[in-house]
Protein backbone atom coordinates (compact mmCIF):
# COMPACT_ATOMS: atom_id res chain seq x y z
CA UNK A 1 0.00 0.00 0.00
CA UNK A 2 1.53 3.48 -0.92
CA UNK A 3 2.95 5.89 1.75
CA UNK A 4 0.27 8.43 0.55
CA UNK A 5 -2.14 6.76 0.89
CA UNK A 6 -1.09 5.56 4.50
CA UNK A 7 -0.53 9.38 5.33
CA UNK A 8 -3.77 10.49 3.95
CA UNK A 9 -5.69 7.85 6.34
CA UNK A 10 -3.79 8.76 9.17
CA UNK A 11 -3.65 12.57 9.07
CA UNK A 12 -7.49 12.89 7.86
CA UNK A 13 -8.81 9.78 10.28
CA UNK A 14 -12.67 10.95 9.60
CA UNK A 15 -11.77 9.15 6.19
CA UNK A 16 -9.94 6.41 7.41
CA UNK A 17 -13.12 3.94 7.22
CA UNK A 18 -13.52 4.77 3.62
CA UNK A 19 -9.66 3.74 3.00
CA UNK A 20 -9.89 0.60 5.02
CA UNK A 21 -13.37 -0.13 3.72
CA UNK A 22 -12.14 0.42 -0.50
CA UNK A 23 -8.84 -1.53 0.17
CA UNK A 24 -11.33 -4.38 1.85
CA UNK A 25 -13.38 -4.47 -1.19
CA UNK A 26 -10.38 -4.66 -3.59
CA UNK A 27 -9.22 -7.68 -1.87
CA UNK A 28 -12.26 -9.13 -2.00
CA UNK A 29 -12.19 -8.56 -5.37
CA UNK A 30 -8.67 -9.88 -6.34
CA UNK A 31 -9.69 -12.97 -4.04
CA UNK A 32 -12.58 -13.39 -6.37
CA UNK A 33 -10.54 -13.57 -9.56
CA UNK A 34 -7.66 -15.32 -7.76
CA UNK A 35 -9.89 -18.23 -6.68
CA UNK A 36 -11.72 -18.59 -10.13
CA UNK A 37 -14.99 -17.02 -9.14
CA UNK A 38 -16.52 -19.22 -6.40
CA UNK A 39 -19.60 -18.83 -5.73
CA UNK A 40 -18.91 -18.38 -1.55
CA UNK A 41 -16.40 -15.26 -2.70
CA UNK A 42 -19.21 -13.78 -4.63
CA UNK A 43 -21.74 -14.05 -2.02
CA UNK A 44 -18.91 -12.68 0.53
CA UNK A 45 -18.18 -9.72 -1.83
CA UNK A 46 -22.08 -9.05 -1.73
CA UNK A 47 -22.24 -9.52 1.72
CA UNK A 48 -19.78 -7.15 2.77
CA UNK A 49 -20.64 -4.43 0.06
CA UNK A 50 -24.16 -4.31 1.40
CA UNK A 51 -22.16 -3.49 5.05
CA UNK A 52 -19.78 -1.40 3.75
CA UNK A 53 -22.32 1.13 2.74
CA UNK A 54 -23.65 1.81 6.47
CA UNK A 55 -20.39 3.16 7.11
CA UNK A 56 -18.75 4.35 4.58
CA UNK A 57 -20.64 6.31 1.09
CA UNK A 58 -17.69 6.10 -1.54
CA UNK A 59 -17.82 2.34 -0.99
CA UNK A 60 -20.88 2.11 -3.40
CA UNK A 61 -18.50 3.28 -6.09
CA UNK A 62 -15.98 1.20 -5.29
CA UNK A 63 -18.36 -1.87 -5.14
CA UNK A 64 -19.72 -1.02 -8.08
CA UNK A 65 -16.43 -0.60 -10.27
CA UNK A 66 -15.53 -4.13 -9.19
CA UNK A 67 -18.89 -5.45 -10.09
CA UNK A 68 -18.59 -4.44 -13.40
CA UNK A 69 -14.87 -5.58 -13.69
CA UNK A 70 -16.13 -8.82 -12.61
CA UNK A 71 -19.06 -8.74 -14.62
CA UNK A 72 -16.93 -8.11 -17.94
CA UNK A 73 -14.55 -10.65 -16.59
CA UNK A 74 -18.10 -13.30 -16.43
CA UNK A 75 -20.10 -12.25 -19.47
CA UNK A 76 -16.67 -12.98 -21.63
CA UNK A 77 -16.37 -16.21 -19.72
CA UNK A 78 -19.66 -16.95 -20.96
CA UNK A 79 -20.35 -18.78 -17.28
CA UNK A 80 -23.83 -18.19 -16.40
CA UNK A 81 -23.63 -19.57 -12.79
CA UNK A 82 -21.60 -17.36 -12.17
CA UNK A 83 -23.44 -14.44 -13.87
CA UNK A 84 -26.41 -15.64 -11.58
CA UNK A 85 -24.08 -15.23 -8.84
CA UNK A 86 -23.10 -11.81 -9.41
CA UNK A 87 -26.60 -11.04 -9.79
CA UNK A 88 -27.78 -12.26 -6.21
CA UNK A 89 -24.27 -10.32 -4.78
CA UNK A 90 -25.70 -7.15 -6.55
CA UNK A 91 -29.26 -8.02 -5.29
CA UNK A 92 -28.32 -8.00 -1.94
CA UNK A 93 -25.42 -5.02 -2.47
CA UNK A 94 -28.65 -2.95 -3.53
CA UNK A 95 -30.79 -3.91 -0.88
CA UNK A 96 -28.71 -3.24 1.98
CA UNK A 97 -28.32 0.47 -0.07
CA UNK A 98 -32.25 0.71 -0.25
CA UNK A 99 -32.34 0.08 3.19
CA UNK A 100 -30.19 2.46 4.48
CA UNK A 101 -31.54 4.98 2.36
CA UNK A 102 -34.94 4.96 4.05
CA UNK A 103 -33.79 4.26 7.37
CA UNK A 104 -31.17 7.14 7.41
CA UNK A 105 -31.10 9.02 4.32
CA UNK A 106 -34.43 9.75 3.14
CA UNK A 107 -35.37 12.78 6.30
CA UNK A 108 -31.79 14.15 5.36
CA UNK A 109 -32.52 14.63 2.21
CA UNK A 110 -36.12 15.77 2.87
CA UNK A 111 -34.70 18.34 5.66
CA UNK A 112 -34.83 21.76 3.54
CA UNK A 113 -32.20 23.53 5.88
CA UNK A 114 -29.58 21.46 4.77
Request: a positive charge.
Amino acid sequence: VGDHLIYFASEVKQYSSDVALTLLLVLITFTIMDKNFKAKYLLLFGFVGGCSFWFSHPALFTFYAAAIVLLFIIIRRKDWNLFMWLCIAGIIATTSITINYFVSLQSVSANKNL
